[in-house]
């Protein structure tokens, strides 16, 4: 009996899936529904502006995807004692200077759909609208761009990634295109310069990496290594919105070669299980499988994690992953422009990019992830306090956008701390 009692661990182990007996994440592929989501949006339009609150909660409808889900069960978020009522809120509206309300900005101003407010990791704010459930991941588009960075960093710290070298020297099948000679790795990281690609040449891109219909030869890295593809110029920085380009693809491929491993796993190994994720996280491919650099989904509990994640990380002592000199270099008030670029008015004085995040002006040690469509992440490090929006903006973003999110987070920030100290 006591033979038995020894030998069923043992059983048990070996009928478990190979990712859970190595304590790893469970990754799924999933096929995308031939049939979309009925029969007004295709693959053409789901993310047309119109589209939007359907198309980036609905990826799977038009494009395959990764699901993975985490090896350690989720530590719920906890409701503060005191609850945020946004409607109570005041703030002065910046599109016409008028007093509104919180819920009317969002709302109105922003096309909000989603927003989570985070302080000591409590939630003190949590509302949804127009269709979004808490369970449901949404996608981050350019939103992702920083967390390759992230991951990028990451692979710097453990030995993977050399950043001084060439992105030849990481992924040798692009050995030659003689033109990433001149593209570091350090350069992919910051995401501070792009590569100057014709409207056709984006269309093409998109193509084949499955974002919109039309013909395509390939997936997106025989795209990448296309014959001269990378003879060309850095594009003016100055209108640089750190969105999802080929330059992006760029370093997945860069990080899925230095673990030898797909994208999917590195990212699981490396943020996945330190977020603990509550929901399902989605990681949108090409036809052949092959990650890309904006298909990253995650719900907008999971989203508030990551700013969790980032603040914990500069508290902590030595139980962190990423390095100390990366959160110090995304607050660091040094060296700051005077003037923000063009793809930052709006923003307090000050801001601007660093490694795909916005390093934010005014008060100090504060950051954000701005995607697309108003959907943004801010972490307020020396208040812990996170701020998570999924909305339906119908532009990449605007100044009027921007500044109403300045105003936003402002309030909110106050709202949360007790009366003598807003």
């Given at each position: 009996?006591?033979?038995?009692?020894?030998?069923?661990?043992?059983?048990?182990?070996?009928?478990?899936?190979?990712?859970?007996?190595?304590?790893?994440?469970?990754?799924?592929?999933?096929?995308?529904?031939?049939?979309?989501?009925?029969?007004?949006?295709?693959?053409?339009?789901?993310?047309?502006?119109?589209?939007?609150?359907?198309?980036?909660?609905?990826?799977?409808?038009?494009?395959?995807?990764?699901?993975?889900?985490?090896?350690?069960?989720?530590?719920?978020?906890?409701?503060?004692?005191?609850?945020?009522?946004?409607?109570?809120?005041?703030?002065?509206?910046?599109?016409?200077?008028?007093?509104?309300?919180?819920?009317?900005?969002?709302?109105?101003?922003?096309?909000?759909?989603?927003?989570?407010?985070?302080?000591?990791?409590?939630?003190?704010?949590?509302q949804y609208w127009h269709?979004?459930?808490?369970?449901?991941?949404?996608?981050?588009?350019?939103?992702?761009?920083?967390?390759?960075?992230?991951?990028?960093?990451?692979?710097?710290?453990?030995?993977?990634?050399?950043?001084?070298?060439?992105?030849?020297?990481?992924?040798?099948?692009?050995s030659a295109q003689t033109?990433?000679?001149?593209?570091?790795?350090?350069?992919?990281?910051?995401?501070?310069?792009?590569?100057?690609?014709?409207?056709?040449?984006?269309?093409?891109?998109?193509?084949?990496?499955?974002?919109?219909?039309?013909?395509?030869?390939?997936?997106?890295?025989?795209?990448?290594?296309?014959?001269?593809?990378?003879?060309?110029?850095?594009?003016?920085?100055?209108?640089?919105?750190?969105?999802?380009?080929?330059?992006?693809?760029?370093?997945?491929?860069?990080?899925?070669?230095?673990?030898?491993?797909?994208?999917?796993?590195?990212?699981?190994?490396?943020?996945?299980?330190?977020?603990?994720?509550?929901?399902?996280?989605?990681?949108?491919?090409?036809?052949?499988?092959?990650?890309?650099?904006?298909?990253?989904?995650?719900?907008?509990?999971?989203?508030?994690?990551?700013?969790?994640?980032?603040?914990?990380?500069?508290?902590?002592?030595?139980?962190?992953?990423?390095?100390?000199?990366?959160?110090?270099?995304?607050?660091?008030?040094?060296?700051?422009?005077?003037?923000?670029?063009?793809?930052?008015?709006?923003?307090?004085?000050?801001?601007?990019?660093?490694?795909?995040?916005?390093?934010?002006?005014?008060?100090?040690?504060?950051?954000?992830?701005?995607?697309?469509?108003?959907?943004?992440?801010?972490?307020?490090?020396?208040?812990?306090?996170?701020?998570?929006?999924?909305?339906?903006?119908?532009?990449?973003?605007?100044?009027?956008?921007?500044?109403?999110?300045?105003?936003?987070?402002?309030?909110?920030?106050?709202?949360?701390?007790?009366?003598?100290?807003?």
């Amino acid at each position: 009996m006591k033979f038995w009692l020894t030998l069923l661990p043992l059983l048990l182990l070996s009928q478990a899936s190979p990712a859970q007996a190595a304590g790893q994440c469970a990754i799924e592929p999933v096929k995308s529904n031939a049939q979309g989501t009925g029969p007004w949006i295709d693959r053409e339009n789901w993310l047309a502006p119109e589209n939007l609150r359907i198309g980036l909660q609905s990826a799977s409808a038009f494009m395959p995807l990764l699901k993975m889900k985490g090896p350690v069960s989720a530590e719920l978020l906890r409701p503060a004692p005191r609850q945020l009522q946004l409607d109570k809120i005041k703030a002065s509206d910046p599109l016409d200077q008028q007093t509104r309300d919180i819920g009317f900005l969002l709302d109105t101003r922003l096309y909000a759909d989603g927003v989570l407010v985070l302080r000591n990791g409590k939630v003190w704010s949590e509302q949804y609208w127009h269709g979004l459930s808490a369970q449901q991941p949404r996608l981050l588009l350019g939103g992702s761009r920083p967390l390759l960075s992230l991951m990028g960093v990451l692979a710097v710290a453990q030995g993977k990634l050399w950043p001084d070298r060439s992105i030849i020297r990481h992924v040798p099948a692009l050995s030659a295109q003689t033109g990433l000679r001149k593209l570091s790795l350090q350069r992919l990281l910051e995401a501070n310069s792009r590569f100057n690609w014709s409207a056709q040449e984006i269309d093409d891109w998109q193509a084949t990496s499955g974002w919109r219909s039309g013909k395509t030869s390939g997936d997106v890295r025989s795209w990448l290594n296309g014959p001269d593809r990378w003879e060309r110029d850095f594009a003016d920085d100055t209108q640089n919105t750190v969105d999802i380009e080929p330059d992006a693809d760029l370093l997945t491929w860069a990080l899925a070669e230095s673990y030898r491993v797909p994208l999917a796993q590195v990212f699981c190994d490396n943020l996945l299980i330190k977020l603990r994720p509550e929901n399902p996280v989605l990681w949108l491919t090409d036809a052949q499988g092959t990650e890309l650099a904006g298909g990253l989904a995650l719900s907008l509990r999971d989203f508030a994690r990551i700013g969790q994640m980032l603040i914990e990380a500069r508290n902590s002592s030595s139980r962190s992953k990423i390095p100390k000199w990366f959160i110090e270099t995304l607050n660091a008030s040094g060296g700051l422009r005077k003037t923000n670029s063009p793809a930052l008015a709006g923003l307090k004085k000050g801001s601007e990019y660093r490694y795909g995040f916005v390093h934010l002006g005014g008060a100090p040690n504060r950051i954000a992830i701005l995607g697309p469509y108003g959907n943004s992440l801010y972490v307020d490090f020396d208040r812990r306090l996170v701020i998570a929006l999924f909305a339906s903006y119908p532009r990449d973003r605007s100044a009027g956008m921007l500044a109403t999110l300045e105003q936003v987070w402002e309030k909110l920030a106050s709202a949360t701390q007790p009366a003598g100290k807003r």
